[in-house]
Structures are given as structure tokens and as C-alpha cells.
């Protein structure tokens, strides 16, 4: 079982960065692949990236290749989110989710965080 506190969101102008991150518990963080998902008012909650356990494969939404970074720690049991060259269309709930597989569908991932929010204004 793992538990997943993401932080790092709020207001950004259009352009900016934010740094997100997602803080896990329990001694098996290393064992996961993680992921983030955004969900706007109104939609489903999609991909933005995720990466795996070791940190060396990594996989993104094509919209934000080249604007986010993916990356972790495992030392710290944590995940980033660098998110550059916002857009307002960025604007949404942020959720980090732990899996087992390295995938774009969030049903693979069982283990989600409270998320947090990110609001881009243009």
C-alpha cells in the first residue's frame, strides 16, 4: 500500500512554470510506476506523463511534450512535474497515481493522491 500527497499547484500567468510533486509513504515507492493526470471541470481526468521505476523510461501526453518533465526520486519516495510554458488550457486538478504498468490509461494505476490544483491565467 502506498499513499500519495501531492503539492506544488496555484496560480500561474500564462508562460510561467510551476513545479508539482507527489510525496509517497511506504517502503515500496521504488516498485511502482508513476504517473500524472490532470482532470478539468467538466471532463474526464486524462494522461499528462508518466515514468518508471527506475526513472529511465518516461512518456508524455503529445500536449505537453517539450513544456513538462517528468522525473523522480526515489530516495525521497517523490515525483516532479515540471511544468513550462503554461498555457491556459493547462488549467486543471493535478493527480499523481501509482501503478504497475507503464500506461496512458488511468485504470492501470491504483494508488491515487488528493491532487492539486493548477490555474493558468492568460
Known amino acids: 500500500q502506498v499513499q500519495l500527497v501531492e503539492s506544488g499547484g496555484g496560480l500561474v500567468q500564462a508562460g510561467g512554470s510551476l513545479r508539482l510533486s507527489c510525496a509517497a509513504s511506504?517502503?515500496?515507492?521504488?516498485?511502482?510506476?508513476m504517473g500524472w493526470f490532470r482532470q478539468a471541470p467538466g471532463k474526464e481526468r486524462e494522461f499528462v506523463a508518466a515514468?518508471?521505476?527506475?526513472?529511465?523510461?518516461?512518456y508524455y501526453a503529445d500536449s505537453v511534450k517539450g513544456r513538462f518533465t517528468i522525473s523522480r526520486d526515489n530516495a525521497k519516495n517523490t515525483v516532479y512535474l515540471q511544468m513550462n510554458s503554461l498555457k491556459p488550457e493547462d488549467t486543471a486538478v493535478y493527480y499523481c497515481?501509482?501503478?504497475?504498468?507503464?500506461?496512458?490509461?488511468?485504470?492501470?494505476?491504483?494508488?491515487w493522491g488528493q491532487g492539486t490544483q493548477v490555474t493558468v491565467s492568460s
Open positions: 497515481g501509482a501503478g504497475s504498468v507503464l500506461a496512458r490509461n488511468p485504470d492501470n494505476y491504483d494508488h
Open positions: 511506504g517502503r515500496t515507492f521504488s516498485s511502482y510506476v
Open positions: 515514468i518508471g521505476w527506475a526513472g529511465k523510461s518516461t
